[in-house]
């Protein structure tokens, strides 16, 4: 069974810094790609920024030059640094990932989820 475990979420004020990892534990072969997603309320859940195990990330244009994603393979952990958060960032955010199981199958799997609240 796969877990994957976020911690990091809070209340921040605007223009504050937040840092929110996530580690998968459990049996599985590789984790080929980690990312993070966030739901507003009222909201559809969105990609927020990903990263592939071979290094190449992906970031949603509303968090360009804000939020930088990175991951230790040896720790099965990925990072999302969040800086000059705005209001508008208010969310929970939830950790994805997509495993390669020992069966060689892949899977995908989300995380509980953290609440980021930016206010003031």
């Known amino acids: 069974q796969v877990q994957l475990v976020e911690s990091g979420g809070g209340l921040v004020q605007p223009g504050g810094s937040l840092r929110l990892s996530c580690a998968a534990s459990?049996?599985?072969?590789?984790?080929?790609?980690m990312g993070w997603y966030r739901q507003a309320p009222g909201k559809e859940r969105e990609l927020v920024a990903g990263?592939?195990?071979?290094?190449?990330?992906d970031y949603a244009d509303s968090v360009k030059g804000r939020f930088t994603i990175s991951r230790d393979n040896a720790k099965n952990t990925v990072y999302l640094q969040m800086s000059s958060l705005e209001p508008e960032d208010t969310a929970v955010y939830y950790c994805n990932a997509y495993i390669m199981a020992t069966s060689g199958d892949y899977y995908a799997y989300w995380g509980q989820g953290t609440q980021v609240t930016v206010s003031s």
């Open positions: 459990g049996r599985f072969f590789r984790i080929n790609a």
């Open positions: 990263t592939h195990r071979s290094g190449p990330t």
